[in-house]
Structures are given as structure tokens and as C-alpha cells.
């Protein structure tokens, strides 16, 4: 007598791009690094749960393919166009669930549109989520009590395969930044709290990532915010001869070890946000160390004789910004020979200190402008 294997459950990831207009073709290019997020998800699912993951900024969805369960990393520039996909989904019958910041930072408004959410980092809550669904007992919501320790997985990077990404290797060996920058929806995501991976765990990735001529990117919030474990990281390097850039912060250009240690693991640039060069402005976003010890010439004149290349960003529309700042921070750009620099409009995240200001001193013009129609 024959006997029929159950099939297997089945799970499709899905990354949403930014905004997508009706016969769009073509995405900005500079946006298509792989969506590490995505590789997590798929690392914490059981490898007998069957799995495809469709990036919307490469293809299209194939919204009428069977599958059991669909998962969303959310942001807030992502939202609108996420909840466009999930109801899509949802209107063929199939569950989804949600995680990401936005999940976090607006669990309220997400859950409208999905069958369950997850607050917080996967880590210790997606494998009940798939669990309880192949179980049949699904929750609405998934909380984590606790920040996860780092290291136990290793991002699935299989579910890259055939797609054309840039050619850049992203591996993750920090979560958070221990700063409390009013604008930054980091601090307000993990509280201001910074987590490592063990460096021997991201020594073996970069090892197992690595191709030849390609540039390693360190995707952390603030490789630095934790200098000693940024200098362990760094000595671990140094024997691989790779090529790396990060995100860090101004204050860095002050530690000359971890110039030095900089320059001798490879590393080739990084983005430091600058965001205004006016003191008052500065203090109005909690950031008044940026002109610490002679402020960003004086840092970028340190960055440079360690030959790191410096991608800047600012940001534009504080209370104090004139048509003049505008005009002397692009001055100061072209003068001090930024690599890149990037030109940002100010920006209020929702659960950030500087959305919350602006929500009580009446100056909204939305109350949540990421899904608004105009």
C-alpha cells in the first residue's frame, strides 16, 4: 500500500523596495545590496519548512504561487509598499507576518495589516512563529523580553542565488548604538544598547563570504560605538588582507589606536554622520560631540592621514538651518574633499525623540507621513 508524504510547509520572504509606481522597470542600483534581514529570516527557519524569498526591487512577486506563510521585514520607508504586498496575500487567503523596525516602533499600526507580528529581534521568537503555524496555533503577537546574544546563527545567504545584487559582501558584527541621537531610530529601536557578535563567529563569516577583489561591508549602526570590541575586531582582520568599510562615529577620528588599527585590517572608508556645522543645531539633535577637539576639520584632517576615505551625511531643516548653512556645509564638503557626501531633509522617525518634540509642540503636518497618499 502506497503512502503519501505529507508535503512540506511552505514559507516566502518577502523584501519590499521603497515605492513602487505602476510599470516601474527599473530600481536605483545603488540600493541592491543584498537584504541581509531576509538571509537572518531564513536561517532561523527548520530546514525541512520549504523556503523562496522574492526581492521587490529585482522582480516580481508571483503573489499566485502556493505557500502557507509569508514574512515581512518592515522599515518605515518600506511600510506603504509592504502593506501593499501583504494585502495582496491576504486577499488570496494567505497569512502573513510582520517583524522589522517599523513592527517594533508602530506594532499598532502594522498589526492592521498582518495575521501576526513580531516585536523586537527574531532571533529567540521566529522559530515559535513557524512552529505554532505549522501547528496550527498561531499568536497574534510575538514580544521579546530580552535583547538575544549574538552569534548563534549565520545569516542563509542561499536565497541570494540568481539574483544580481551589488558586488559587495554585508556581514553584520554589531546590533545598536549606544548614542542617543534624537533623529535615529536605532536608539529608540534597541534603547540606546549595543550587542556584538563573537568576533571568532564574524572572523569565520568574513572568511566563508569573502571573494576575490570584492569589498567587505560591516552593515553595524556604529562599528565603534564600543571601541575595545571595535579594536578586537579590527586585530582579528588584520591577517586576512581584506578591504572593508563600515559606519562610525566622529568621535573615533580621536583614538589613535583605532586609526592605526584601521588602517592595517583593511579598512577603505566610513560613514560618519556629520549632520550639521552649527553647534546649536548639533545640540538640538543630542550630538554636541561632533565639535568636540576642533569638530569635523580637525577629524577628517586625522581620518585622512590613515587614508580613510569619509562618506558624509547632514541633515537639513533643523530650527537654525538658513539658506546660508545650506550653502556653507556644501562649501565645506567640496573643501575638505568629501568622498561622498549625502544631502539628507530632516526626517522624524516615529518612536524617536525628535517625533515625539514635534508631536507636542503641534508642527506635524501628518501623523504618519510614510503612508500618506500625497
Given at each position: 500500500?502506497?503512502?503519501?508524504?505529507?508535503?512540506?510547509?511552505?514559507?516566502?520572504?518577502?523584501?519590499?523596495c521603497v515605492g513602487r509606481r505602476v510599470g516601474m522597470k527599473r530600481y536605483i542600483r545603488t540600493w541592491k545590496m543584498e537584504p541581509l534581514p531576509a538571509a537572518l529570516i531564513?536561517?532561523?527557519?527548520?530546514?525541512?519548512?520549504?523556503?523562496?524569498?522574492?526581492?521587490?526591487?529585482?522582480?516580481?512577486?508571483?503573489?499566485?504561487?502556493?505557500?502557507?506563510?509569508?514574512?515581512?521585514?518592515?522599515?518605515?520607508?518600506?511600510?506603504?509598499?509592504?502593506?501593499?504586498?501583504?494585502?495582496?496575500?491576504?486577499?488570496?487567503?494567505?497569512?502573513?507576518?510582520?517583524?522589522?523596525?517599523?513592527?517594533?516602533?508602530?506594532?499598532?499600526?502594522?498589526?492592521?495589516?498582518?495575521?501576526?507580528?513580531?516585536?523586537?529581534?527574531?532571533?529567540?521568537?521566529?522559530?515559535?512563529?513557524?512552529?505554532?503555524?505549522?501547528?496550527?496555533?498561531?499568536?497574534?503577537?510575538?514580544?521579546?523580553?530580552?535583547?538575544?546574544r549574538l552569534g548563534g546563527v549565520e545569516p542563509d545567504r542561499s536565497i541570494f542565488r540568481g539574483k544580481r545584487y551589488l558586488p559587495m559582501r554585508l556581514v553584520e558584527s554589531?546590533?545598536?548604538?549606544?548614542?542617543?541621537?534624537?533623529?535615529?531610530?536605532?536608539?529608540?529601536?534597541?534603547?540606546?544598547?549595543?550587542?556584538?557578535?563573537?568576533?571568532?563567529?564574524?572572523?569565520?563569516?568574513?572568511?566563508?563570504?569573502?571573494?576575490?577583489?570584492?569589498?567587505?561591508?560591516?552593515?553595524?549602526?556604529?562599528?565603534?560605538?564600543?571601541?575595545?570590541?571595535?579594536?578586537?575586531?579590527?586585530?582579528?582582520?588584520?591577517?586576512?588582507?581584506?578591504?572593508?568599510?563600515?559606519?562610525?562615529?566622529?568621535?573615533?577620528?580621536?583614538?589613535?589606536?583605532?586609526?592605526?588599527?584601521?588602517?592595517?585590517?583593511?579598512?577603505?572608508?566610513?560613514?560618519?554622520?556629520?549632520?550639521?556645522?552649527?553647534?546649536?543645531?548639533?545640540?538640538?539633535?543630542?550630538?554636541?560631540f561632533n565639535m568636540m577637539r576642533g569638530g569635523p576639520r580637525e577629524a577628517l584632517a586625522r581620518f585622512r592621514r590613515f587614508g580613510i576615505r569619509i562618506y558624509g551625511t547632514?541633515?537639513?531643516?533643523?530650527?537654525?538651518?538658513?539658506?546660508?548653512?545650506?550653502?556653507?556645509?556644501?562649501?565645506?564638503?567640496?573643501?575638505?574633499?568629501?568622498?561622498?557626501?549625502?544631502?539628507?531633509?530632516?526626517?522624524?522617525?516615529?518612536?524617536?525623540?525628535?517625533?515625539?518634540?514635534?508631536?507636542?509642540?503641534?508642527?506635524?503636518?501628518?501623523?504618519?507621513?510614510?503612508?500618506?497618499?500625497?
Open positions: 500500500m502506497l503512502t503519501t508524504r505529507p508535503r512540506p510547509f511552505r514559507l516566502t520572504l518577502v523584501h519590499p531564513a536561517a532561523l527557519t527548520p530546514p525541512e519548512v520549504e523556503r523562496r524569498f522574492y526581492d521587490d526591487r529585482l522582480e516580481a512577486i508571483p503573489y499566485d504561487e502556493p505557500t502557507d506563510l509569508v514574512a515581512i521585514s518592515v522599515e518605515t520607508y518600506t511600510a506603504k509598499r509592504a502593506y501593499q504586498i501583504a494585502s495582496e496575500y491576504r486577499r488570496r487567503g494567505v497569512p502573513v507576518v510582520m517583524g522589522g523596525f517599523h513592527a517594533t516602533l508602530c506594532p499598532d499600526e502594522v498589526m492592521e495589516h498582518c495575521e501576526t507580528i513580531v516585536v523586537g529581534e527574531a532571533e529567540d521568537l521566529f522559530p515559535e512563529v513557524i512552529d505554532d503555524y505549522r501547528h496550527g496555533r498561531p499568536r497574534k503577537s510575538y514580544r521579546a523580553s530580552e535583547r538575544p554589531t546590533r545598536g548604538c549606544r548614542f542617543r541621537c534624537d533623529f535615529c531610530a536605532v536608539q529608540s529601536m534597541f534603547d540606546a544598547t549595543q550587542t556584538r557578535h563573537p568576533v571568532d563567529r564574524v572572523v569565520a563569516e568574513v572568511m566563508r563570504v569573502r571573494r576575490p577583489g570584492q569589498m567587505i561591508f560591516f552593515i553595524d549602526d556604529n562599528l565603534t560605538s564600543d571601541a575595545s570590541g571595535a579594536k578586537e575586531l579590527m586585530r582579528a582582520l588584520i591577517p586576512l588582507n581584506v578591504r572593508w568599510v563600515s559606519q562610525a562615529s566622529i568621535n573615533v577620528a580621536w583614538d589613535e589606536e583605532a586609526l592605526e588599527l584601521m588602517e592595517r585590517s583593511g579598512c577603505q572608508g566610513l560613514l560618519v554622520g556629520f549632520e550639521s556645522l552649527d553647534p546649536a543645531g548639533l545640540a538640538a539633535m543630542n550630538k554636541q547632514f541633515i537639513f531643516g533643523y530650527d537654525n538651518d538658513t539658506r546660508e548653512s545650506f550653502r556653507a556645509t556644501v562649501e565645506f564638503c567640496q573643501q575638505e574633499a568629501l568622498y561622498i557626501a549625502a544631502f539628507n531633509h530632516i526626517t522624524p522617525f516615529p518612536g524617536t525623540p525628535l517625533y515625539q518634540r514635534l508631536e507636542d509642540e503641534g508642527r506635524k503636518r501628518w501623523e504618519a507621513w510614510w503612508i500618506d497618499e500625497a
